[in-house]
């Protein structure tokens, strides 16, 4: 089993940033892949961003590139996501995800957090 606790969502006005967190626990967390998921209001859940297990390789979607980033730091077990320029279209659910499979991280990984809420403000 792996646990993921997010943490760092709250209100932003547009153009600003925020650092959310994911503290994960559990198995070997470095064979994982991880990443953070979306969901706005009345849309499905998206994908935003995620990071293979040993921290090579990194993807995210066309909507947050050049904006957010995604780390990992091995010694805290935690995840981060850093949102820069952020805009209103950002406001939602964001949650941290985990997955063995570089594919199902970014479709369906199995490891959900409970979500941190994120709202930016026009």
């Known amino acids: 089993q792996v646990q993921l606790v997010e943490s760092g969502g709250g209100l932003v006005q547009a153009g600003g940033s925020l650092r959310l967190s994911c503290a994960a626990s559990?198995?070997?967390?470095?064979?994982?892949?991880m990443g953070w998921f979306r969901q706005a209001p009345g849309k499905v859940r998206e994908f935003v961003a995620a990071?293979?297990?040993?921290?090579?390789?990194?993807w995210s979607a066309d909507s947050v590139k050049g904006r957010f980033s995604i780390s990992r730091d091995y010694v805290k077990n935690t995840l981060y996501l850093q949102m820069n320029s952020l805009r209103p279209e950002d406001t939602a659910v964001y949650y941290c995800?985990?997955?063995?499979?570089?594919?199902?991280?970014?479709?369906?990984?199995?490891?959900w957090g409970q979500g941190t809420q994120v709202t930016v403000s026009s």
């Open positions: 990071i293979t297990g040993g921290g090579a390789n990194t």
């Open positions: 995800v985990a997955h063995q499979s570089t594919i199902m991280i970014r479709t369906n990984p199995g490891y």
């Open positions: 559990g198995r070997t967390l470095n064979s994982y892949d």
